[in-house]
């Protein structure tokens, strides 16, 4: 069982917006602004996305987008392509351990 | 450009060890904090070790303490995973992972291509 709990599926058609929620406690996402976002082709490395809750690498498109409220952190992706279609996961630093925590990821259909 | 090129995988029996090293390129390596990550075939990513940058803080999930080594070279650029009294379920691709701290969070924005470590009989 994963830490960070994400839905396992999300999907949307192109043009159109998604949100991926990661739900986790006061002792991690509630706690500290170290949410992380890692997009994932198949077989392929993560890719940092979104890091800081809501602050975009260079090179991010604009259409991805982090937020936060309490215990949960939020991911949306707006203007969906193609190309978006991936699996999603979030992470978070928690003060008992640095190596972290990840959700179980999501995996974002474009439909 | 960062990059970051995993090495060291491959088929292994039950018991046995494996060496993952992990060459760094493009950026000071003995500045940055590493980290190694797993993801078992078809599943979820897994934390597996932490290691400070010039060694002096190291940190293992429960799963892999005791049974596996985090090391680095910083005059060699390279981070490496000593992994002894292997199992099946430590089947999975181990990838390395730079840790970048801001002075008000930390993430990890470089990864390498992973390497596949395969525990079977």
């Known amino acids: 069982q994963s830490a960070l709990t994400q839905p396992p599926s999300a999907s949307g058609s192109p043009g159109q917006s998604v949100t991926i929620s990661c739900t986790g406690t006061r002792s991690d996402v509630g706690g500290y602004n170290y949410v992380s976002w890692y997009q994932q082709h198949p077989g392929k490395a993560p890719k940092l996305m979104i890091y800081e809750v809501s602050k975009r690498p260079s090179g991010v498109p604009d259409r991805f987008s982090g937020s936060k409220s309490g215990n949960t952190a939020s991911l949306t992706v707006s203007g969906l392509q193609a190309e978006d279609e991936a699996d999603y996961y979030c992470?978070?630093?928690?003060?008992?351990?640095?190596?972290?925590?990840f959700g179980g990821g999501t995996k974002l259909t474009v439909l | 450009e960062v990059q970051l090129v995993e090495s060291g995988g491959g088929l292994v029996q039950p018991g046995g060890s494996l060496r993952l090293s992990c060459a760094a390129s493009g950026f000071t390596f003995s500045s940055f904090e590493m980290n190694w990550v797993r993801q078992a075939p078809g599943k979820g990513l897994e934390w597996v070790s932490y290691?400070?940058?010039?060694?002096?803080?190291?940190y293992y999930a429960d799963s892999v303490r005791g049974r596996f080594t985090i090391s680095r070279d910083n005059a060699k650029n390279s981070l490496y995973l000593q992994m002894n009294s292997l199992r099946a379920e430590d089947t999975a691709v181990y990838y390395c992972?730079?840790?970048?701290?801001?002075?008000?969070?930390?993430?990890?924005?470089?990864w390498g291509q992973g390497t596949l470590v395969t525990v079977s009989s």
């Open positions: 992470s978070s630093y928690t003060g008992s351990n640095i190596l972290g925590v």
């Open positions: 992972a730079r840790r970048y701290c801001s002075s008000t969070a930390c993430t990890h924005d470089y």
């Open positions: 290691i400070a940058n010039r060694g002096s803080s190291i």
